[in-house]
Every structure is written in structure tokens, then in C-alpha cells.
């Protein structure tokens, strides 16, 4: 039986596994350009790193 992450890994390879793949990247490109979000994930990374 295939471990959990070779399916993963197989699917990842695979077209149709490529094509998510490259739809969730650009998704996330695009998420990270809002000011609103960048603001988020600095206020995130402000909280865990103690900076102020």
C-alpha cells in the first residue's frame, strides 16, 4: 500500500495535480499583493516574533 505521501506526491506530478497546483500559486501571489492582507500577515508575524 502507497503511503499517504507518495499518492501526494504522485498526484502532485501529475497534470491535473500541476494545474491546481499552479492555480492555488497564483491565487496566492495575488492575495499577498492586498495591503489589508499584508497588514494581516505583519500583524501575525508581530505577535510571534515580539517585535514591535
Known sequence: MAS???KV???????QGRKLIGEA???AQQAA???RNRERIE???RR???KP
Request: aromatic share 14%; proline share 9%.
Open 25 to 27: 500559486t497564483r491565487k
Open 43 to 45: 500583524q501575525v508575524r
Open 9 to 15: 506526491q504522485k498526484f502532485a506530478q501529475s497534470p
Open 33 to 35: 499583493q492586498d495591503p
Open 48 to 50: 510571534f516574533t515580539g
Open 4 to 6: 499517504l505521501f507518495a
